[in-house]
């Protein structure tokens, strides 16, 4: 018991001692667990293992035993053929690590207490230094981590509740070249911020076959501190200056409804919505390097994500899972922009769990389709472009592992 307790409990410090350089991809993540991405990430009124701190602490108080740890690795790849005045251009293949780890201790009959390490938001895009769009964007890469301690409340039988303390820390880096119209040569903007959030949730049982679970997570404000750095051929700004990036990124609500009609049979079903609206611009203040200050529009709209999520247990030990997520972008045409090639998504899972005594490992696999985007028209200021985004896809392959003390 000791030595596999110490073996768990290293395996999570390792994952957070390496989240700093572990990166990202997409936006808005919700990979905190491969059980529940198995499932199509549907595991806010079902979810049976530490990782429900990330998707509803309220369903701390269900889970069995008195300490519980979970932790483990999502790998993400996202692509897109991305056209500039009819030339065709790839985003460069990227494999993304996103990490999580968790873990609950059950204080008495009423109270339990966790906290979970995992990535709320991310977004990794790279392009060709010579590709036709290098003047509206090189590369981007917005890395946040989140530390979450969180307690929950046994109200009775029937309800529990939660809620938890935030504390992200973020990071953003982006490259482009300048307009040959004022001489040429590249900017390079580097970031980073520590900011607080929180989150609240709900877990109330109908019966014994029907589960609701609610949970909201507070937006979260980064004022981002750090570098900007001016390489310019026509010497209209060189140099080293500072830059601060303030943005605002959105709060979220979600209802899940879970259902066991047979013993060995789990189904979940949740609503999320996500006020992007509240991500409506990136300021840039740059002092020192000669560049003016500027502001990038996104005047994001808020979505709606679906998903749906199915296990069987064929025996006490394996489980086989699957999931359907269809994901709103929240992107407007006349806004959209290739740091971030994206439209309505359709994603696709499948998963399976092992359980051997206190041990289980899951494991899950993904594939998002994105709806293409054609017909837009994108300027850096000196120039205009038209745009299509095609062929857009995802894969992703995770292995989580948790222990029941």
Same mark, same amino acid.
């Given at each position: 018991?000791?030595?596999?307790?110490?073996?768990?409990?290293?395996?999570?410090?390792?994952?957070?001692?390496?989240?700093?350089?572990?990166?990202?991809?997409?936006?808005?993540?919700?990979?905190?667990?491969?059980?529940?991405?198995?499932?199509?990430?549907?595991?806010?009124?079902?979810?049976?293992?530490?990782?429900?701190?990330?998707?509803?602490?309220?369903?701390?108080?269900?889970?069995?035993?008195?300490?519980?740890?979970?932790?483990?690795?999502?790998?993400?790849?996202? @692509?897109?053929?991305?056209?500039?005045?009819?030339?065709?251009?790839?985003?460069?293949?990227?494999?993304?690590?996103?990490?999580?780890?968790?873990?609950?201790?059950?204080?008495?009959?009423?109270?339990?207490?966790?906290?979970?390490?995992?990535?709320?938001?991310?977004?990794?895009?790279?392009?060709?230094?010579?590709?036709?769009?290098?003047?509206?964007?090189?590369?981007?890469?917005?890395?946040?981590?989140?530390?979450?301690?969180?307690?929950?409340?046994?109200?009775?039988?029937?309800?529990?509740?939660?809620?938890?303390?935030?504390?992200?820390?973020?990071?953003?880096?982006?490259?482009?070249?300048?307009?040959?119209?004022?001489?040429?040569?590249?900017?390079?903007?580097?970031?980073?911020?520590?900011?607080?959030?929180?989150?609240?949730?709900?877990?109330?049982?109908?019966?014994?076959?029907?589960?609701?679970?609610?949970?909201?997570?507070?937006?979260?404000?980064?004022?981002?501190?750090?570098?900007?750095?001016?390489?310019?051929?026509?010497?209209?700004?060189?140099?080293?200056?500072?830059?601060?990036?303030?943005?605002?990124?959105?709060?979220?609500?979600?209802?899940?409804?879970?259902?066991?009609?047979?013993?060995?049979?789990?189904?979940?079903?949740?609503?999320?919505?996500?006020?992007?609206?509240?991500?409506?611009?990136?300021?840039?203040?740059?002092?020192?390097?000669?560049?003016?200050?500027?502001?990038?529009?996104?005047?994001?709209? @808020?979505?709606?994500?679906?998903?749906?999520?199915?296990?069987?247990?064929?025996?006490?030990?394996?489980?086989?899972?699957?999931?359907?997520?269809?994901?709103?972008?929240?992107?407007?045409?006349?806004?959209?922009?290739?740091?971030?090639?994206?439209?309505?998504?359709?994603?696709?899972?499948?998963?399976?769990?092992?359980?051997?005594?206190?041990?289980?490992?899951?494991?899950?696999?993904?594939?998002?389709?994105?709806?293409?985007?054609?017909?837009?028209?994108?300027?850096?200021?000196?120039?205009?472009?038209?745009?299509?985004?095609?062929?857009?896809?995802?894969?992703?392959?995770?292995?989580?592992?948790?222990?029941?003390?």
């Amino acid at each position: 018991m000791k030595r596999a307790s110490a073996f768990v409990l290293s395996f999570l410090v390792c994952l957070l001692a390496t989240a700093s350089v572990v990166q990202a991809g997409g936006f808005a993540l919700y990979e905190w667990g491969n059980r529940a991405l198995g499932m199509g990430t549907a595991n806010y009124a079902t979810g049976n293992d530490a990782s429900v701190i990330a998707y509803n602490p309220a369903l701390m108080t269900k889970l069995k035993g008195t300490t519980n740890v979970y932790g483990g690795v999502t790998a993400v790849s996202p @692509s897109s053929d991305v056209y500039i005045n009819g030339e065709k251009n790839q985003t460069q293949n990227q494999i993304f690590g996103v990490p999580h780890a968790f873990a609950t201790r059950k204080l008495n009959d009423d109270w339990t207490i966790g906290v979970g390490m995992f990535t709320r938001f991310g977004l990794g895009t790279d392009y060709n230094n010579t590709w036709a769009g290098r003047t509206l964007i090189k590369d981007a890469l917005l890395e946040t981590f989140s530390l979450n301690p969180s307690a929950a409340y046994k109200v009775n039988d029937k309800l529990s509740v939660a809620g938890g303390i935030e504390i992200i820390k973020g990071s953003f880096t982006v490259r482009k070249d300048l307009s040959a119209t004022i001489g040429g040569g590249n900017v390079k903007t580097d970031v980073d911020d520590t900011a607080l959030a929180f989150n609240l949730g709900l877990a109330y049982d109908v019966n014994d076959m029907l589960t609701v679970g609610l949970t909201y997570r507070s937006p979260v404000h980064f004022v981002g501190e750090g570098s900007v750095e001016v390489a310019n051929a026509g010497g209209v700004a060189n140099g080293k200056g500072d830059c601060t990036m303030t943005a605002d990124f959105p709060a979220s609500y979600t209802v899940g409804l879970g259902l066991k009609p047979l013993e060995d049979l789990t189904l979940e079903f949740d609503v999320v919505y996500t006020q992007w609206e509240q991500f409506d611009r990136i300021e840039f203040d740059f002092t020192g390097s000669g560049l003016p200050d500027t502001n990038e529009d996104f005047n994001y709209k @808020s979505t709606w994500r679906f998903q749906f999520g199915a296990e069987y247990r064929f025996t006490d030990a394996f489980a086989m899972r699957a999931g359907y997520v269809y994901d709103q972008t929240p992107t407007r045409h006349e806004y959209a922009s290739p740091m971030l090639p994206a439209n309505d998504r359709q994603m696709f899972t499948l998963g399976a769990g092992y359980k051997w005594n206190a041990w289980t490992l899951d494991v899950a696999g993904m594939y998002i389709l994105t709806k293409e985007r054609t017909g837009m028209s994108m300027t850096n200021g000196y120039q205009t472009y038209d745009v299509d985004f095609k062929d857009g896809r995802t894969w992703g392959l995770g292995t989580s592992i948790g222990y029941t003390f």
